[in-house]
């Protein structure tokens, strides 16, 4: 077999050589921009001469190595080539780390430098440095004391070396992570700039080669696993060490040597480019800058050059011409910016002695005065008449956005007060000048010049029409999660078998992902979504979550059952976060008293999520057990980890309302007025919206331990229930049963069916067929009861957090949060069926009586909630349609006012009048027997 393997040295030694070429000949033209055209050194300019240093090392050292060997089977490697091979490898290991963590410093600096005005980019770029350095130092020290004594690993003595392999397997994840922190960082801030098509091309292409890193890493990481493959083959236990190497491991290891040192020479490539501006403005400025288009004259244009030698025509045009004509129009359109007239320079538009002020423009982000060019250039050593070549790219971002100017008279005040004084009045545009401003990251109403973003109306003044597409998209987070939680249970139940984990150390794989609920919320989820909300709580979740799948890599690659433990925590960290606030955004998106449908909507969709993901995880990824499982499940994971962040890219650009807690405040308080509610009243003795939070968060922490416990034991349980039955298809039966119970509430809540009454059959469906999946005898009765608990545990969840949140107001977004963690409880009551199972461990059947109980004592919220006038006021999604009676109508019709108007559409959005116009008509609050004033409310429109 070795025979027919060719030599891989000559491709691995050309591809090294010409590309470390191509480093050194930018490095040189970076430097030349750099010191020899704006005369200004930089630390970033240090940092990618020593990277240029460590990839010079690297690469003559995988060069030196194809000449003794590197990239030939062992048949055909002579004796005396071992030692110098063993060398060069050694040589490779200890430069690849120092190379690539000095080349993403380089850039982080640059980004660092340039990002004075933009303090997300720069803190997140001295984070993602912390990581890059402390990551590159510790690697760097492995590689060097890979063996002990340290001369074992290029030389003939005898010692006890490391896995380097593995080693570098385990540490792909930090590389790709921050590749692609590197590659994301600017990007909102890039597609913000306005420059010249040209510029941007070449700007656009630049972080596109960065990408090609990220996926030059991916293939150096498939090379390395076929290493990893046949030492897995040989010996399961084994480890490649420089002593200890595997069969053909020089050929193997060749193409992945290769690819490391494309990784380390593209890096420095790109790091250079992003400099390159101000000599290429100096030798070639055609490339960045196109010819100057001639305009044709017309006669709009004669005219207004005419206006700008003399502005006094615009006021003579103006009073000559009839409204609705050409000229007219010119005078009422937005505000000209006029160059400034000879006798005018110097003097502000207010002063002007023409009074013909200038309507001031705010420049857009990334377009710098001209004087602060000038400036900046001046302090690189450039020419004054050639700021912006002597500026690379990056230094669009160095400036601070220059203050806002004082509010400026336009055009059309100046007219209007010369009518106050006496002129003849004239036609007058409404229209008043905007101002933007860069207050945050986000991007503008436009970016890329061919993006337009349409402006946000707050989510709680959505019509039913205007909601369904965000829910729609906020919907795939619910899938993203219920494949997560599908396909980590199937891995869980993999991992044990392949890896040999004990009962324990499997419930414990379970509980560290339900226990991450606790700790999201309270340490990310509800800080983020209050201060940022919605979408920036939907990225942290996302970026969360796919830190989580990269930490299953090194677990896998070192079959670590702590690895496995961290991955699976971060991942449910992630997803926490996202149920903090995907969960009231579905809920609050739209009219209030279709809350639940539209929530267990959602549910349904990441209901088939968990369909889906076992069925592939058993039938694709584990189908048959052998230690290559692991190696496929890497790739799987790797692919979600890139899926979720290119999600969250795409949710950074998605235009998504928000909700501030005035405008939740407001809703709540109108809900109240509509229910003849006051804020504060009381049930059982407690305050009502009290007494609903946190019951439904002991409610919440109950349900999920008891529908985590069924799930979890799912398959001892069918076994003795049905003996010979396939648990496997039974569990996909009542996945299926699960998403359409969910969809079945949805429709019920959207034809009106009161929350209260669905939730209590659904609570009391799970108690009683759990009951009898208990008491019936062995056989299909039983099988079908067990199904039928999965069917009612279904629209639970979603109708309970819907509910919850109803009426919370200013705490809706700490009642999101408050329930999330109560999740937790998916951890605590699956361990106590645990360890009553193993008190009889031939009966698990005995395990349903804790979730009897648990779903016994559940049904009596809902009874408690249809016992109270209050709270049934509370929590009837009827009283969340937006109405009021009109001056003059008074009288209620079966709790609801007569001659009412319904405000569903943000057309027509009570105001304070409203609420003082019904503050007169004094309503008794039904079985309450209060009368007090209603309170004022002015809704944010």
């Known amino acids: 077999m070795a025979e027919t393997l060719h030599d891989r040295g000559p491709a691995v030694f050309v591809v090294t050589l010409v590309l470390i070429i191509l480093a050194t000949v930018f490095t ?29 090392g690297l690469s003559v050292s995988i060069m030196i190595g194809t000449t003794v060997g590197l990239g030939e089977p062992d048949s055909k490697i002579l004796p005396s080539w071992e030692m110098p091979l063993k060398r060069s490898i050694y040589a490779f290991t200890v430069f690849y780390n120092p190379a690539l963590m000095a080349t993403k410093t380089a850039i982080l600096i640059l980004y660092w430098r340039m990002a004075a005005a933009h303090p997300f980019l720069r803190y997140a770029s001295l984070v993602t440095m912390a990581v890059v350095d402390i990551a590159g130092v510790v690697l760097t020290f492995l590689n060097i004391f890979q063996c002990r004594p340290v001369a074992a690993a290029f030389t003939d003595v ?92 020089t050929y193997d290891a060749s193409f992945s040597l290769m690819w490391s040192a494309v990784e380390v020479s593209v890096g420095i490539v790109c790091c250079c480019v992003l400099v390159l501006k101000p000599l290429v403005m100096r030798i070639m400025p055609a490339l960045l800058h196109g010819p100057r288009r001639l305009h044709t004259a017309t006669p709009e244009s004669l005219l207004r050059s ?72 001046a302090a690189e050593g450039g020419d004054g008449d050639e700021s912006d070549g002597d500026m690379d790219f990056f230094q669009m971002l160095a400036s601070e956005p220059p203050p806002a100017p004082a509010p400026m008279p336009s055009i059309e005040d100046s007219r209007t007060r010369r009518v106050s004084a006496g002129r003849r009045p004239t036609m007058l545009s409404t229209r008043r000048p905007t101002q933007i401003t860069q207050a945050s990251q986000e991007p503008t109403q436009s970016f890329l010049d061919f993006v337009n973003m349409k402006g ?56 560290a992902y339900w226990s991450a609920y606790f700790f999201g919320p309270l340490l990310v989820g509800y800080w983020v979504l209050k201060r940022e909300g919605f979408k920036a709580t939907f990225i942290t979740g996302l970026a969360i979550y796919a830190c989580g799948a990269m930490a299953f890599w090194p677990s896998s690659v070192l079959r670590s059952y702590p690895g496995f433990f961290i991955s699976n925590f971060i991942i449910a960290l992630g997803l926490s976060c996202l149920e903090v606030a995907a969960n009231p955004f579905i809920a609050l998106a739209g009219p209030g008293h279709l809350s639940e449908a539209r929530l267990n909507f959602a549910q349904g969709i990441q209901g088939v999520g968990s369909i889906v993901s076992p069925i592939l995880a058993e039938k694709a990824l584990f189908a048959g057990i052998d230690q290559l499982d692991l190696f496929r499940v890497q790739w799987c994971y790797l692919a979600v980890a890139l899926f979720v962040v290119a999600l969250a890219v795409l949710f950074y650009y998605v235009p998504l309302s928000e909700a ?135 629209a639970i969840f979603p109708t309970l957090f819907a509910m919850i949140l109803r009426g919370q107001g200013k705490h809706t977004k700490l009642a999101s949060a408050a329930t999330t963690m109560a999740i937790s409880g998916g951890a605590v009551w699956p361990s106590v069926v645990y360890g009553v199972i193993n008190l009889h461990p031939n009966n698990p059947t005995i395990g349903l009586i804790v979730i009897i109980v648990l779903y016994g004592v559940s049904t009596l919220w809902p009874a408690m909630l249809s016992s109270s006038d209050t709270m049934r006021r509370l929590v009837d999604p009827k009283w969340s349609k937006r109405r009021v009676a009109r001056p003059g109508e008074g009288g209620e019709s079966g709790g609801a006012r007569a001659g009412t108007v319904d405000w569903s559409s943000p057309r027509d959005k009570p105001t304070t009048a409203h609420f003082e116009t019904a503050q007169a008509d004094d309503h008794s609050l039904g079985s309450l027997g209060e009368k007090e004033p209603r309170p004022q409310v002015a809704v944010i429109t």
């Open 158 to 249: 005898d010692g006890t070396c490391i896995d380097i392999v593995t080693l570098y397997l385990a540490s792909a994840p930090i590389n790709i992570l921050t590749d692609l922190a590197i590659l994301l960082l600017p990007l909102p801030i890039l597609t913000s700039l306005r420059m010249e098509f040209r510029q941007k091309v070449i700007l656009v292409a630049t972080f596109i080669v960065g990408g090609f890193v990220t996926i030059v890493d991916v293939v150096r990481i498939a090379y390395l696993q076929t290493a990893l493959k046949d030492e897995r083959v040989v010996d399961p236990t084994g480890n490649v060490t420089a002593t200890n190497r595997p069969v053909n491991f």
């Open 28 to 56: 040189v033209l970076r430097l030349i921009s750099k010191w020899g055209v704006t005369r200004k050194a930089t630390w970033d300019d240090y940092c990618t001469i020593l990277a240029w240093v460590f990839a010079v």
């Open 306 to 377: 005419d206006i700008s030698k003399d502005p006094r025509l615009l006021d003579s045009l103006h009073m000559s011409e009839p409204p609705g004509s050409p000229l007219s129009a010119m005078s009422t359109s937005a505000p000209l910016n006029l160059p400034p007239s000879p006798h005018t320079q110097g003097t502000s538009a207010l002063e002007s002695p023409l009074d013909v002020p200038r309507s001031p423009r705010p420049p857009a982000l990334g377009v710098i005065p001209e004087q602060r060019q000038s400036e900046d250039s």
């Open 660 to 794: 501030s807690d005035d405008d939740l405040e407001a809703m709540a308080l109108q809900r109240l007025y509509n229910a003849d509610m006051d804020k504060g009243v009381k049930a059982y003795g407690i305050d009502a919206r009290h007494l609903l939070l946190w019951s439904g968060v002991v409610l919440m922490s109950m349900y999920v331990g008891a529908q985590e416990a069924v799930s979890y034991f799912w398959y001892p349980l069918v076994d003795q229930i049905k003996p010979g039955s396939d648990p496997f298809w039974d569990q996909a039966i009542s996945h299926a049963v699960f998403a359409f119970g969910r969809f079945l509430a949805a429709g019920l809540a959207y034809f009106g069916i009161p929350s209260r009454h669905i939730i209590a059959v659904y609570i009391a469906g799970a108690f009683i067929f759990s009951l009898l999946t208990k008491v019936l005898p062995e056989g299909s009765a039983a099988l079908a009861m067990l199904i039928l608990v999965v069917f009612f545990e279904s």
């Open 456 to 511: 946000k109306t707050p989510l709680t003044q959505l019509s039913a029409r205007e909601a369904w597409w965000p829910v729609m998209f906020v919907s795939i987070l619910f899938f993203l999660w219920g494949f997560a939680y599908g396909l980590l249970g199937s891995l869980t139940g993999e991992i044990q078998t392949l890896l040999q984990y004990s009962p324990a150390q499997a419930i414990a794989l379970h509980n």
